[in-house]
């Protein structure tokens, strides 16, 4: 694992020192308040650290996609009291995050301050990566921290242009984070297993690709598995799945044979005639007899007792996306199951779980699990580009 330096590096007393943080305070809002605050909670044993320390911090972050417009509905200082509240602390808001109006404001701030800069997203030059707004971020500080694993598969200004311009470092979740995916699939215990699920093969082809040579199990579920299965020619009746790309999943089973991974598609299925609640002719059949008005929507209960063996036997689990049609009951029951199980093995010791994306971390949430598992990353994106096995700019930028 390359290597990067953390908070740990940085000199016990930071008194007056300008940490500029990038941060991810991109929170989904209801009207004038915050709707979910996971992002924020993420931030404050990093923010909270540097305070205790003396440092100034300096949070930067984008909001929305304002699109080098500066948007009042888009401006950080929406989020100055909800900061100020999870901080117990003064928190204030600070004009712009870079020029003379910024570095105005930062001749007034104290020892242990906390502020939030503008949105980085008013500035064109933040999704080019413009030297010179990175230029200008840069100046408000004395070294750089990233705490924003979520946005580090962008190379930006303030993901990855001022991490060349300071001394850089890894906030707590940054570092948490990095530290998960490296015992996940960098350097795993074995054997190790990968579910994937989702509705379509083309969103994942990449991580796909990527696993069969990385993993020893791939649990593939969600749409994407109709696409696997019609490419064994089976009838998948009304199910949702990609034509086009049954020679790519034929490719991947190839791939996978070639790397000694074994691929686990569902032998029995959750099927009904219309995607509703609940609906009156829901049933569990063999793959075989999905009858043609019929749809595919969840994984079945045979299949999903043989997958908790599976698990039962790995070291290590990947999970990204549900098994099954998850936010409409009852077709989430093979997602909260195998969920309920991998938690439990994490609880026992023997399974080092590692999950991530949005629809996952919600089908864990339904389960009532997200906190058994190891680890489990709010990132998007950056955790799908990760397991595609790519370098993130705004980690490379860090590393030493």
Same mark, same amino acid.
């Given at each position: 694992?390359?290597?990067?330096?953390?908070?740990?590096?940085?000199?016990?007393?930071? =008194?007056?020192?300008?940490?500029?943080?990038?941060?991810?305070?991109?929170?989904?809002?209801?009207?004038?308040?915050?709707?979910?605050?996971?992002?924020?909670?993420?931030?404050?044993?990093?923010?909270?650290?540097?305070?205790?320390?003396?440092?100034?911090?300096?949070?930067?972050?984008?909001?929305?996609?304002?699109?080098?417009?500066?948007?009042?509905?888009?401006?950080?200082?929406?989020?100055?009291?909800?900061?100020?509240?999870?901080?117990?602390?003064?928190?204030?808001?600070?004009?712009?995050?870079?020029?003379?109006?910024?570095?105005?404001?930062?001749?007034?701030?104290?020892?242990?301050? +906390?502020? +939030?800069?503008?949105?980085?997203?008013?500035?064109?030059?933040?999704?080019?990566?413009?030297?010179? %707004?990175? !230029?200008?971020?840069?100046?408000?500080?004395?070294?750089?921290?990233?705490?924003?694993?979520?946005?580090?598969?962008?190379?930006?200004?303030?993901?990855?242009?001022?991490?060349?311009?300071?001394?850089?470092?890894?906030? !707590?979740?940054?570092?948490?984070?990095?530290?998960?995916?490296?015992?996940?699939?960098?350097?795993?215990?074995?054997?190790?297993?990968?579910?994937?699920?989702? #509705?379509?093969?083309?969103?994942?082809?990449?991580?796909?690709?990527?696993?069969?040579?990385?993993?020893?199990?791939?649990?593939?579920?969600?749409?994407?598995?109709?696409?696997?299965?019609?490419?064994?020619?089976?009838?998948?009746?009304?199910?949702? @799945?990609?034509?086009?790309?049954?020679?790519?999943?034929?490719?991947?089973?190839? !791939?996978?044979?070639?790397?000694?991974?074994?691929?686990?598609?569902?032998?029995?299925?959750?099927?009904?005639?219309?995607?509703?609640?609940?609906? @009156?002719?829901?049933?569990?059949?063999?793959?075989?007899?999905?009858?043609?008005?019929?749809?595919?929507?969840?994984?079945?209960?045979?299949?999903?007792?043989?997958?908790?063996?599976?698990?039962?036997?790995?070291?290590?689990?990947?999970?990204?996306?549900?098994?099954?049609?998850?936010?409409?009951?009852?077709?989430? #029951?093979?997602?909260?199951?195998? #969920?309920? =199980?991998?938690?439990?093995?994490?609880?026992?010791?023997?399974?080092?779980?590692?999950?991530?994306?949005?629809?996952?971390?919600?089908?864990?949430?339904?389960?009532?699990?997200?906190?058994?598992?190891?680890?489990?990353?709010?990132?998007?994106?950056?955790?799908?580009?990760?397991?595609?096995? !790519?370098? %993130?700019?705004?980690?490379?930028?860090?590393?030493?």
């Amino acid at each position: 694992m390359a290597q990067f330096k953390t908070l740990d590096d940085l000199p016990d007393d930071l =008194t007056g020192k300008r940490a500029l943080v990038r941060v991810d305070l991109n929170v989904p809002m209801n009207g004038a308040s915050v709707a979910d605050d996971t992002r924020l909670r993420a931030l404050l044993p990093t923010v909270l650290e540097l305070s205790d320390k003396g440092a100034i911090v300096l949070l930067l972050s984008h909001f929305g996609r304002p699109k080098g417009e500066n948007r009042p509905d888009m401006s950080t200082a929406q989020l100055v009291r909800p900061l100020a509240e999870l901080t117990a602390r003064s928190v204030r808001f600070v004009e712009d995050c870079q020029g003379p109006e910024a570095a105005r404001a930062l001749t007034t701030m104290l020892p242990g301050n +906390i502020g +939030i800069l503008e949105n980085t997203r008013f500035h064109d030059g933040e999704e080019t990566n413009d030297p010179e %707004l990175a !230029r200008g971020m840069a100046a408000l500080g004395d070294f750089y921290v990233n705490d924003a694993f979520s946005a580090a598969h962008r190379a930006h200004a303030s993901t990855e242009g001022v991490a060349h311009l300071l001394p850089s470092y890894a906030g !707590r979740a940054m570092e948490a984070e990095l530290k998960a995916l490296e015992q996940a699939l960098g350097n795993p215990e074995r054997p190790l297993a990968a579910v994937v699920g989702g #509705a379509k093969v083309s969103s994942k082809l990449a991580v796909l690709g990527h696993l069969v040579r990385k993993v020893d199990h791939l649990i593939i579920g969600g749409g994407m598995a109709n696409t696997f299965l019609a490419a064994r020619g089976v009838n998948v009746g009304k199910s949702l @799945y990609e034509k086009d790309l049954l020679g790519e999943a034929e490719a991947i089973f190839e !791939r996978a044979e070639a790397a000694g991974c074994i691929i686990h598609l569902p032998y029995d299925v959750v099927v009904a005639t219309q995607f509703v609640a609940n609906p @009156y002719d829901v049933r569990s059949v063999n793959v075989h007899e999905v009858a043609p008005d019929e749809m595919i929507l969840d994984i079945g209960p045979a299949a999903v007792e043989a997958l908790a063996d599976v698990l039962k036997n790995c070291r290590t689990l990947v999970w990204n996306g549900p098994l099954g049609a998850f936010e409409t009951p009852p077709f989430d #029951a093979a997602t909260v199951a195998l #969920a309920k =199980t991998a938690a439990a093995l994490t609880e026992g010791g023997s399974l080092v779980s590692v999950a991530g994306g949005g629809d996952t971390v919600a089908a864990l949430n339904q389960a009532g699990v997200a906190a058994d598992f190891t680890f489990v990353s709010t990132a998007g994106g950056a955790f799908l580009e990760w397991m595609e096995g !790519r370098e %993130l700019p705004g980690v490379a930028a860090l590393t030493t």
